[in-house]
């Protein structure tokens, strides 16, 4: 459970990087937020506070973005 929810978090990251482009704020509906939705969820159960926090701050950038873009209001 512990490397699934690090290689999530992982992915997670690496799509934010994306998602933080002008046009690409999208991107956070589908490479971001379910994948550090699922990071969070293994992370807790495997109780890996490193891919718990990973998951966390990545997801709360992503929210952060799609609020400042308007795509959550």
Do not use: E, Q
Not at 40 to 65: C, H, K, P, W, Y
């Amino acid at each position: 459970m512990r490397v699934l929810s690090l290689i999530f978090g992982i992915l997670a990251a690496l799509g934010l990087l994306l998602g933080l482009l002008p046009f690409f704020g999208w991107l956070n509906w589908l490479f971001v937020l379910p994948p550090a939705v699922l990071g969070l969820i293994f992370g807790a159960l495997g109780r890996d506070r490193g891919a718990v926090t990973l998951s966390a701050v990545v997801a709360a950038i992503g929210v952060l973005r799609l609020m400042l873009g308007g795509g959550v209001l």
